[in-house]
């Protein structure tokens, strides 16, 4: 009998904890804040929690900047919390999959105070280090964050590698001991009863700066597949690694069937197609049907050979409504109209905290009011390179990674429901209309289309076309609306939607039997033409 893993019908929500709930007033999220929320989670229908780091950490990369693997940090809790959230979320039947960044650690772990203080010490190893003189780093490798990739080291007279912050050093994969050392790290967490681990930038380790290689290295699924060995084949669990480096092929790799690798990936292929050479803070106008050839490919291409993971949010991306959909006049059908052109895919769908509420991205004026490293960092990069204030603060509205970071908006009281003390960074203002109360009272809100959603996809009648159904596209040249089939044996469905404000008439290949779940109210559909109305989207029987 074939058995179908458990994680390909699960749906998946991201919690960034120093932006979800605050308990104590200090104005930053933590997990006692979460496990007060589970129940709304519960009622959403999600199986799984995507946690990002609450690990010990300095917080220069808001905890992707790790100074203590088997600690968690002061502000977020105590290692209490964290087991009693994994025992509450059990209840509940949630399981938790935590963040793991093992392409670097904090410059503060003691590692790298240890490597740092001598070249003799055994963790010396753990990092990249290269001799050379002050002012003349190894080579032209830039960081994700601006600047060189390369920091001197004053002490010991030599530069490390990192690929993001300085404060971020990588480590180094090719040292036996540190991948010793990182399993059993590893172990000790899913002994404790995880779900699983989201693998931050993984696709970076097998990394040969000399060659200005930083993705896709040549050891990197040998050093996959040992890792994946080593911890997580003997767990049931789901594992998903960040890849932005990742194509079609290598992730036949990634997420191999065989279970040699991951569960999935995430590929970003959808999200940096309207890049430019300033990457994302320069895009071109989205090109529609540029975006439904990204999705296809994939869809198809891993069709019975891989896995997909379903997204366009996370804590680094602008949010969903704002940079695909319209966050003014259709922002509630435009949401739903998104979440449903994704979940009707074949793969594993995440939602980001506030996604199911359609919350929108936020517009600073100031640098002031900026949090994030990554935007600091890429101001003064750009400022010297005579980009205006205005310019930059119109790329950083539009692509930053605060937009995501801003706190999850709960109701229409001070600070959304979020905090009784000062917000780390501050709520967006939209919160008395956009919230999480006044959704769950609206019968019509995003969040209720959402619930349908992830309720129809878990369905006994349908959960299985969802899971295994092939992927075939139709219209795929027009640049207006989105039209698949999910066909499985008999049982087929239709995910047909509106990517626009325009209304346009479509003829389907078949006439629908019944709309199982719409955008719009009145849905009265058994024709082979259909009216779309700005951004109307459904899924049918037919
Ligand atoms: C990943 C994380 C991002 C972080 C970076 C460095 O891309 O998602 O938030 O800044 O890795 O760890
Ligand atoms: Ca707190």
């Not at 003997?234 to 569960?263: Q, R």
């Not at 259909?530 to 459904?538: D, N, S």
Request: proline share 4%; charged share 30%.
């Amino acid at each position: 009998m074939k058995q179908t893993k458990w994680w390909k019908n699960a749906v998946v929500y991201q919690i960034y904890p120093r932006s979800f709930q605050d308990s104590n007033g200090d104005g930053i999220g933590d997990i006692p804040g979460v496990i007060s929320r589970l129940d709304y989670l519960a009622d959403l229908g999600i199986d799984v929690i995507w946690l990002s780091p609450v690990y010990e950490s300095p917080q220069d990369d808001n905890g992707y900047d790790i100074s203590d693997y088997y600690a968690i940090y002061h502000e977020f809790g105590t290692m209490e919390d964290m087991e009693a959230l994994i025992r509450e979320a059990e209840k509940r039947g949630i399981r938790i999959v935590m963040d793991l960044v093992a392409n670097h650690s904090s410059d503060e772990h003691p590692w790298f105070v240890e490597a740092r203080k001598s070249k003799d010490s055994k963790y010396r190893e753990y990092y990249i280090w290269r001799e050379g003189e002050k002012n003349q780093p190894p080579n032209e490798l830039t960081s994700v964050f601006s600047g060189s990739a390369w920091e001197w080291d004053e002490g010991s007279g030599a530069y490390y590698l990192h690929l993001y912050s300085r404060k971020q050093p990588d480590l180094n994969w090719e040292n036996a001991d540190m991948r010793r050392d990182m399993y059993q790290m590893i172990n000790w967490w899913l002994d404790k009863g995880i779900g699983g681990f989201r693998l931050d930038v993984i696709d970076t380790i097998g990394k040969v700066p000399d060659q200005m290689i930083t993705t896709n290295g040549p050891k990197l699924h040998e050093y996959i597949q040992e890792l994946s060995r080593e911890t997580f084949q003997n767990y049931d669990i789901m594992t998903v690694g960040e890849t932005w480096g990742a194509n079609v092929d290598n992730a036949k790799l990634y997420s191999n069937p065989d279970g040699s690798e991951f569960s999935m990936i995430f590929q970003f292929e959808h999200i940096c197609a309207s890049w430019s050479e300033y990457g994302k803070w320069k895009q071109e106008k989205k090109d529609f049907v540029k975006l439904k050839k990204i999705f296809s490919r994939w869809q198809k291409e891993l069709w019975g050979k891989g896995w997909n993971s379903l997204f366009w949010n996370n804590h680094d991306l602008p949010r969903v409504v704002s940079s695909f959909g319209d966050d003014g006049r259709y922002r509630v059908e435009s949401a739903k109209a998104l979440a449903t052109f994704l979940h009707g895919m074949q793969g594993t769908p995440y939602i980001y905290e506030g996604e199911e509420l359609g919350m929108t991205n936020i517009s600073m004026k100031d640098v002031s009011q900026i949090r994030d490293i990554e935007s600091l960092n890429i101001y003064e990069e750009l400022r010297q390179k005579g980009w205006t204030h205005e310019q930059l603060m119109a790329a950083i509205n539009g692509a930053g990674r605060d937009n995501a970071r801003t706190p999850m908006q709960w109701d229409d009281t001070e600070n959304a429901g979020f905090t009784t003390g000062t917000p780390w960074i501050e709520v967006n203002p939209n919160y008395r209309e956009i919230n999480a109360k006044a959704e769950l009272e609206d019968e019509n809100s995003v969040l209720h289309y959402y619930k349908k959603l992830i309720a129809l996809r878990k369905s006994e009648e349908w959960k299985d076309v969802f899971t295994d159904g092939e992927y075939v596209p139709f219209m795929d040249e027009d640049e207006d609306v989105f039209v698949y089939a999910r066909v499985l044996g008999e049982k087929k469905l239709y995910v047909v939607g509106n990517f626009h404000e325009v209304e346009r008439i479509v003829v389907l290949p078949e006439a629908i039997k019944e709309v199982l779940l719409s955008n719009y109210q009145e849905t009265e559909k058994n024709e082979l033409q259909v009216a779309l109305r700005p951004y109307e989207a459904f899924i049918a029987k037919v």
